[in-house]
């Protein structure tokens, strides 16, 4: 009677058992189901933002920062770096197909050029040089490169010896004018604390998510970061300076619209002093229809940071749009001579066929490049290794 009783309750409850598991394995997968279709559906919409509201560059910023979930600058210190990723053989790869239209050009034009010769001579090192100068590496670098690659014409058979031996000249030119000790910068970094970054750039480069990739770098490396928000005549730059800021886990100070710049630098010094923060980076206005007026602004914001903080700004920082060619070096120079650029971000790089301007702004300004933008995701933001650019170009 016992057995039974006990055969006929143990049935009972393998029938009860599937029902109540059946219920969140279900729910489980419906929301994944749910989940991936809304996830597809946001990626591939597209939104032009210069045909928006002033509101919607959040909601580019946004959509870009979801896109790159699997690098959040949150995550923990054991994940690789952005940084780190350079070194692996993924990132050259990478590399290599975004900065596909220069390659295309430079190599192809050579194979243009040298179709159907066997040897280097006057009319082929001026094609070459008309080549090198339209794809932007500039007239005076171009004009260096034909020098040194005539004392080499007489071991010049090929296309392939001519794309090799251009490319060891590339490398030999930046290796020597451009090269920054990065082990050095990292011992100012730590030294200086905290460490002032201020960004530069007139509109429409990318500064804006350029310092919220810089944001999320510093904050991956294990970095406090602070953003001051001192662009206050933009329409939305606050605005999507608190995205990038949430995204990268980093701290925000910021004033209301069209308030003083100067105001919004000064409390952001003395909010990361009291708060211990490592890196600060302060955003500025990049208009260009009033020239001389912004450049005595930003002049302020310096003298502003240096009164607060002896030293400080550590590292003024120059974005430009790679896509713009010569007059980016224009810009650079402007910048430059007005308040005093140490390095450079070079953003685009992806979209234009004209990569030689890196060559370029290396050779003529003589600033370092520090960073290079190949594409829309956080890690498309890459310190600059001068072989590797080159490799990738050929």
Same mark, same amino acid.
């Given at each position: 009677? @016992? ?258 710049? @100067? ?58 749009? @790679?896509?713009?060619?010569?007059? @980016? ?66």
């Amino acid at each position: 009677m @016992a057995f039974k009783w006990f055969k006929k309750n143990k049935e009972t409850k393998k029938e009860n058992t599937p029902q109540t598991q059946e219920i969140p394995e279900s729910t489980e997968a419906v929301q994944v189901e749910e989940t991936t279709v809304e996830e597809e559906m946001f990626e591939e919409e597209t939104i032009d933002q210069e045909d928006k509201p002033a509101e919607e560059p959040a909601d580019i910023l946004l959509q870009e920062a979801e896109e790159e979930e699997p690098t959040q600058p949150n995550s923990s210190s054991s994940e690789p770096l952005p940084s780190e990723s350079s070194k692996s053989p993924y990132f050259f790869k990478r590399l290599k197909n975004r900065l596909f239209k220069t390659h295309k050009a430079l190599t192809g034009g050579v194979d243009t050029i040298f179709a159907g010769k066997t040897k280097i001579d006057d009319d082929l090192l001026e094609e070459l040089e008309e080549l090198l100068i339209t794809s932007d590496i500039g007239v005076q670098t171009s004009m260096n490169l034909i020098e040194r690659l005539s004392k080499k014409s007489s071991k010049i058979k090929t296309a392939d010896q001519l794309k090799k031996a251009l490319k060891e000249e590339m490398i030999a030119l930046l290796d020597t004018e451009t090269t920054i000790d990065t082990e050095t910068v990292a011992l100012e970094k730590a030294k200086e604390k905290p460490h002032v970054i201020m960004v530069l750039g007139v509109n429409g480069v990318g500064k804006t998510t350029t310092i919220g990739k810089l944001a999320a770098k510093f904050s991956a490396e294990g970095k406090t970061v602070l953003i001051a928000a001192a662009d206050t005549f933009r329409a939305a730059a606050i605005e999507q300076l608190e995205i990038w800021a949430d995204r990268a886990g980093a701290q925000i100070v910021k004033h209301s619209e069209n308030s003083d710049p @100067a105001a919004v630098a000064y409390d952001s010094i003395e909010a990361a002093i009291s708060r211990g923060i490592d890196i600060v980076l302060v955003d500025t206005a990049g208009r260009l229809h009033t020239k001389v007026n912004l450049m005595e602004e930003l002049k302020k914001i310096k003298r502003t940071l240096s009164r607060k903080l002896p030293n400080a700004p550590h590292e003024i920082l120059l974005v430009l749009d @790679a896509t713009t060619g010569q007059n @980016a070096v224009s810009q650079a120079k402007i910048f430059n001579d007005a308040i005093g650029v140490t390095g450079i971000a070079l953003t685009k790089l992806d979209g234009t066929a004209k990569g030689g301007v890196v060559i370029s702004i290396c050779s003529d300004l003589k600033i370092p490049l520090n960073y290079i933008g190949i594409g829309e995701a956080i890690e498309d933001l890459q310190d600059f290794d001068p072989v590797k650019f080159v490799n990738a170009v050929f």
